[in-house]
Protein backbone atom coordinates (compact mmCIF):
# COMPACT_ATOMS: atom_id res chain seq x y z
CA UNK A 1 0.00 0.00 0.00
CA UNK A 2 1.40 3.77 -1.24
CA UNK A 3 0.47 6.34 2.01
CA UNK A 4 -0.18 10.00 0.64
CA UNK A 5 0.17 12.05 3.46
CA UNK A 6 -1.19 15.13 2.47
CA UNK A 7 -4.02 13.58 0.44
CA UNK A 8 -6.80 17.10 0.28
CA UNK A 9 -4.10 18.73 -1.42
CA UNK A 10 -3.74 19.44 -5.29
CA UNK A 11 -0.70 17.14 -6.09
CA UNK A 12 -2.29 14.30 -3.13
CA UNK A 13 -5.82 14.11 -4.82
CA UNK A 14 -4.10 13.57 -8.43
CA UNK A 15 -1.97 11.09 -7.30
CA UNK A 16 -4.41 8.94 -5.21
CA UNK A 17 -7.02 9.50 -8.55
CA UNK A 18 -4.01 7.45 -10.77
CA UNK A 19 -2.99 5.03 -7.75
CA UNK A 20 -6.47 3.93 -7.69
CA UNK A 21 -6.71 0.41 -5.21
CA UNK A 22 -3.34 0.49 -4.47
CA UNK A 23 -3.28 4.01 -2.70
CA UNK A 24 -4.48 4.90 0.12
CA UNK A 25 -4.66 9.13 1.42
CA UNK A 26 -4.27 10.56 4.99
CA UNK A 27 -4.62 14.42 6.20
CA UNK A 28 -5.07 16.67 8.91
CA UNK A 29 -6.71 16.37 11.53
CA UNK A 30 -6.19 12.65 11.30
CA UNK A 31 -2.60 13.13 10.79
CA UNK A 32 -0.18 15.95 11.96
CA UNK A 33 3.50 14.65 10.54
CA UNK A 34 4.80 17.85 13.00
CA UNK A 35 4.15 15.39 15.99
CA UNK A 36 6.19 12.73 16.37
CA UNK A 37 3.47 10.31 18.18
CA UNK A 38 0.83 10.97 15.63
CA UNK A 39 2.92 9.72 12.78
CA UNK A 40 4.31 6.72 14.96
CA UNK A 41 0.49 6.12 15.74
CA UNK A 42 -0.27 6.23 11.81
CA UNK A 43 2.13 5.06 10.07
CA UNK A 44 2.73 1.78 12.41
CA UNK A 45 -1.16 0.97 12.43
CA UNK A 46 -1.27 1.37 8.67
CA UNK A 47 2.19 -0.08 7.59
CA UNK A 48 2.33 0.99 4.12
CA UNK A 49 4.59 -0.19 1.98
CA UNK A 50 5.47 3.15 0.93
CA UNK A 51 5.17 6.70 2.20
CA UNK A 52 4.73 9.75 -0.14
CA UNK A 53 4.64 13.62 1.65
CA UNK A 54 2.63 15.73 -0.24
CA UNK A 55 2.25 17.71 2.66
CA UNK A 56 3.72 21.38 2.96
CA UNK A 57 4.06 24.68 4.08
CA UNK A 58 4.09 26.17 0.35
CA UNK A 59 3.23 30.21 1.37
CA UNK A 60 6.20 31.32 -0.01
CA UNK A 61 5.84 34.85 1.19
CA UNK A 62 4.14 33.79 4.51
CA UNK A 63 6.82 31.65 5.30
CA UNK A 64 9.03 35.05 5.45
CA UNK A 65 7.08 36.24 8.50
CA UNK A 66 6.49 32.75 9.63
CA UNK A 67 9.89 30.77 9.61
CA UNK A 68 9.43 28.61 12.89
CA UNK A 69 6.23 27.10 11.59
CA UNK A 70 7.87 26.67 8.10
CA UNK A 71 10.83 25.06 9.70
CA UNK A 72 8.50 22.50 11.78
CA UNK A 73 6.36 21.45 8.46
CA UNK A 74 8.54 21.50 6.16
CA UNK A 75 11.95 20.04 8.14
CA UNK A 76 11.17 18.45 11.51
CA UNK A 77 8.00 16.89 10.04
CA UNK A 78 9.81 15.44 7.37
CA UNK A 79 12.75 14.09 9.87
CA UNK A 80 9.67 12.51 11.78
CA UNK A 81 8.11 11.06 8.57
CA UNK A 82 11.77 9.57 7.69
CA UNK A 83 12.20 8.19 11.55
CA UNK A 84 9.18 5.79 11.36
CA UNK A 85 9.61 4.59 7.68
CA UNK A 86 13.16 3.84 8.82
CA UNK A 87 11.68 1.91 11.72
CA UNK A 88 8.71 -0.49 9.80
CA UNK A 89 10.83 -0.58 6.82
CA UNK A 90 9.16 1.39 4.07
CA UNK A 91 10.39 3.72 1.59
CA UNK A 92 9.72 7.77 2.00
CA UNK A 93 9.19 10.10 -0.94
CA UNK A 94 9.68 13.82 -0.41
CA UNK A 95 8.51 16.55 -2.75
CA UNK A 96 10.80 19.25 -2.85
CA UNK A 97 10.47 22.75 -5.12
CA UNK A 98 13.33 24.28 -7.44
CA UNK A 99 13.21 26.94 -4.52
CA UNK A 100 16.52 25.79 -3.24
CA UNK A 101 18.01 27.12 -6.17
CA UNK A 102 19.08 30.82 -6.10
CA UNK A 103 18.66 30.78 -10.01
CA UNK A 104 22.18 32.48 -10.79
CA UNK A 105 23.61 28.81 -12.62
CA UNK A 106 21.60 30.73 -16.07
CA UNK A 107 21.04 26.99 -17.24
CA UNK A 108 18.57 24.29 -16.39
CA UNK A 109 19.79 22.47 -12.60
CA UNK A 110 20.79 18.99 -12.56
CA UNK A 111 20.29 17.18 -9.25
CA UNK A 112 23.72 17.32 -7.85
CA UNK A 113 24.01 20.71 -8.16
CA UNK A 114 24.70 22.72 -5.17
CA UNK A 115 20.99 24.29 -3.24
CA UNK A 116 21.70 27.76 -2.23
CA UNK A 117 17.95 28.94 -1.07
CA UNK A 118 17.47 32.71 -1.15
CA UNK A 119 14.02 32.20 1.00
CA UNK A 120 12.67 31.03 4.12
CA UNK A 121 10.49 28.62 2.04
CA UNK A 122 13.12 26.93 0.13
CA UNK A 123 15.46 27.20 3.41
CA UNK A 124 12.99 25.04 4.99
CA UNK A 125 12.22 22.72 2.14
CA UNK A 126 16.30 22.22 1.77
CA UNK A 127 15.94 21.15 4.98
CA UNK A 128 13.49 18.47 4.56
CA UNK A 129 15.39 17.38 1.67
CA UNK A 130 18.40 16.41 4.40
CA UNK A 131 16.15 15.40 7.17
CA UNK A 132 14.88 12.86 4.75
CA UNK A 133 18.11 11.03 4.87
CA UNK A 134 17.49 9.39 8.29
CA UNK A 135 15.68 6.64 5.94
CA UNK A 136 18.32 5.45 3.40
CA UNK A 137 15.41 4.43 1.74
CA UNK A 138 14.50 7.54 0.16
CA UNK A 139 13.45 9.64 -2.84
CA UNK A 140 13.32 13.18 -3.55
CA UNK A 141 11.56 14.69 -6.17
CA UNK A 142 12.08 18.63 -7.07
CA UNK A 143 9.28 20.36 -9.14
CA UNK A 144 8.10 23.75 -10.15
CA UNK A 145 5.43 25.91 -10.79
CA UNK A 146 2.68 23.17 -9.77
CA UNK A 147 -0.97 23.64 -10.51
CA UNK A 148 -3.97 21.29 -10.69
CA UNK A 149 -7.51 21.24 -10.29
CA UNK A 150 -7.89 20.51 -6.76
CA UNK A 151 -6.34 23.71 -5.21
CA UNK A 152 -5.27 27.40 -5.53
CA UNK A 153 -3.03 27.88 -8.58
CA UNK A 154 -1.68 30.22 -10.70
CA UNK A 155 -3.61 28.92 -13.70
CA UNK A 156 -6.74 29.34 -11.32
CA UNK A 157 -5.93 33.12 -10.01
CA UNK A 158 -5.30 34.54 -13.88
CA UNK A 159 -8.67 32.75 -14.81
CA UNK A 160 -9.89 34.74 -12.34
CA UNK A 161 -8.49 38.19 -12.33
CA UNK A 162 -8.93 37.84 -16.29
CA UNK A 163 -12.90 37.67 -15.83
CA UNK A 164 -12.31 40.76 -13.94
CA UNK A 165 -9.68 42.80 -15.58
CA UNK A 166 -9.08 43.53 -19.45
CA UNK A 167 -4.83 44.16 -18.55
CA UNK A 168 -3.07 42.43 -16.33
CA UNK A 169 0.58 43.14 -15.21
CA UNK A 170 2.69 40.01 -14.82
CA UNK A 171 6.17 39.20 -13.81
CA UNK A 172 8.73 38.69 -16.51
CA UNK A 173 11.83 37.67 -15.15
CA UNK A 174 11.51 34.63 -13.45
CA UNK A 175 12.15 31.57 -15.84
CA UNK A 176 10.84 28.10 -15.04
CA UNK A 177 8.54 25.20 -16.13
CA UNK A 178 4.85 25.67 -15.25
CA UNK A 179 3.84 21.87 -13.74
CA UNK A 180 0.71 19.97 -13.93
CA UNK A 181 -0.01 17.87 -10.85
CA UNK A 182 -1.15 15.06 -13.12
CA UNK A 183 2.14 14.84 -14.70
CA UNK A 184 4.11 15.23 -11.45
CA UNK A 185 1.91 12.39 -9.79
CA UNK A 186 2.75 9.82 -12.96
CA UNK A 187 6.70 10.67 -12.09
CA UNK A 188 6.31 9.93 -8.62
CA UNK A 189 4.34 6.41 -9.38
CA UNK A 190 6.83 5.73 -12.73
CA UNK A 191 9.81 6.03 -9.65
CA UNK A 192 8.18 4.35 -7.17
CA UNK A 193 7.63 0.90 -10.18
CA UNK A 194 11.34 1.01 -10.62
CA UNK A 195 12.12 1.48 -6.62
CA UNK A 196 14.14 4.29 -7.49
CA UNK A 197 16.64 6.68 -5.28
CA UNK A 198 17.65 9.74 -4.51
CA UNK A 199 17.20 13.24 -5.59
CA UNK A 200 15.23 13.75 -9.38
CA UNK A 201 13.87 16.42 -11.28
CA UNK A 202 10.21 17.21 -12.30
CA UNK A 203 8.90 19.15 -14.55
CA UNK A 204 6.64 20.24 -18.23
CA UNK A 205 9.38 20.78 -20.63
CA UNK A 206 10.47 23.62 -22.15
CA UNK A 207 10.46 27.08 -20.51
CA UNK A 208 8.88 30.33 -19.65
CA UNK A 209 8.41 33.43 -17.82
CA UNK A 210 4.98 34.04 -15.77
CA UNK A 211 4.46 36.30 -18.20
CA UNK A 212 4.43 34.15 -20.70
CA UNK A 213 2.62 31.68 -18.53
CA UNK A 214 -0.35 34.22 -18.41
CA UNK A 215 -0.52 34.65 -22.00
CA UNK A 216 -0.74 31.47 -22.60
CA UNK A 217 -3.49 30.51 -20.34
CA UNK A 218 -5.82 33.51 -21.81
CA UNK A 219 -5.25 32.36 -25.52
CA UNK A 220 -5.88 29.00 -24.72
CA UNK A 221 -8.84 30.53 -22.85
CA UNK A 222 -9.44 32.39 -25.34
CA UNK A 223 -10.08 35.05 -23.19
CA UNK A 224 -8.97 38.51 -24.31
CA UNK A 225 -6.67 40.19 -21.74
CA UNK A 226 -3.60 41.42 -22.28
CA UNK A 227 -0.60 40.98 -20.55
CA UNK A 228 2.52 43.22 -19.88
CA UNK A 229 5.51 42.43 -18.53
CA UNK A 230 7.22 43.83 -15.06
CA UNK A 231 10.01 43.15 -13.04
CA UNK A 232 10.45 40.91 -9.50
CA UNK A 233 11.94 44.37 -8.35
CA UNK A 234 8.50 46.26 -9.22
CA UNK A 235 6.39 43.51 -7.94
CA UNK A 236 8.23 43.87 -4.16
CA UNK A 237 7.09 40.50 -2.55
CA UNK A 238 8.74 39.70 0.94
CA UNK A 239 10.83 36.60 -0.32
CA UNK A 240 12.94 36.51 -2.95
CA UNK A 241 12.54 34.09 -6.25
CA UNK A 242 14.96 32.56 -8.09
CA UNK A 243 15.08 34.56 -11.41
CA UNK A 244 15.84 31.06 -13.42
CA UNK A 245 15.20 28.11 -11.85
CA UNK A 246 14.63 25.39 -15.24
CA UNK A 247 14.78 21.80 -13.87
CA UNK A 248 16.63 19.16 -15.66
CA UNK A 249 14.58 16.15 -15.62
CA UNK A 250 17.02 14.25 -18.01
CA UNK A 251 18.10 11.69 -15.37
CA UNK A 252 13.89 10.80 -14.45
CA UNK A 253 13.43 10.14 -18.13
CA UNK A 254 17.20 7.65 -18.54
CA UNK A 255 15.81 5.96 -15.14
CA UNK A 256 11.70 5.48 -16.19
CA UNK A 257 11.14 5.94 -19.60
CA UNK A 258 8.95 8.60 -18.38
CA UNK A 259 8.82 12.44 -19.81
CA UNK A 260 6.84 14.88 -18.98
CA UNK A 261 4.88 16.36 -21.78
CA UNK A 262 5.15 20.34 -22.88
CA UNK A 263 3.97 22.63 -20.42
CA UNK A 264 1.84 24.24 -23.28
CA UNK A 265 0.20 20.34 -24.12
CA UNK A 266 -0.16 20.06 -20.35
CA UNK A 267 -1.90 22.89 -19.96
CA UNK A 268 -4.50 22.75 -22.61
CA UNK A 269 -5.10 19.66 -21.52
CA UNK A 270 -5.51 20.73 -17.48
CA UNK A 271 -8.15 23.58 -19.22
CA UNK A 272 -10.23 21.27 -21.51
CA UNK A 273 -10.73 18.74 -18.12
CA UNK A 274 -11.49 21.57 -15.97
CA UNK A 275 -14.35 22.61 -18.09
CA UNK A 276 -15.74 19.35 -18.20
CA UNK A 277 -15.29 18.89 -14.51
CA UNK A 278 -17.29 22.68 -14.34
Known amino acids: MILVVGAKGMLGQDLLALL ?8 LPDIDITDLLSVQRILTALKPKVVVNCSAYTDVDGCESNRETAMQVNGEGVAFLALITREIGAKLVQISTDYVFDGAKGTPYLEDDLPRP ?3 YGESKLAG ?5 VNPDNLVLRTQWLYGLHGKNFVETMLRLGREKDELSVVDDQIGSPTWT ?3 AQ ?3 ALIDRDCRGVYHCANSGTTSWNGF ?3 IFEESGMAVKVTAMTTEQLGRPA ?3 LYSTLDCGK ?6 YAPQPWREALRKYLTLRDKEQ
Not at 20 to 27: F, P, Q, S, V, W
Not at 252 to 257: E, I, M, N, Q, V
Open 20 to 27: GERGRGID
Open 118 to 120: LSV
Open 129 to 133: ELNVD
Open 182 to 184: VDL
Open 187 to 189: AII
Open 214 to 216: ARA
Open 240 to 242: RRP
Open 252 to 257: LAADTG
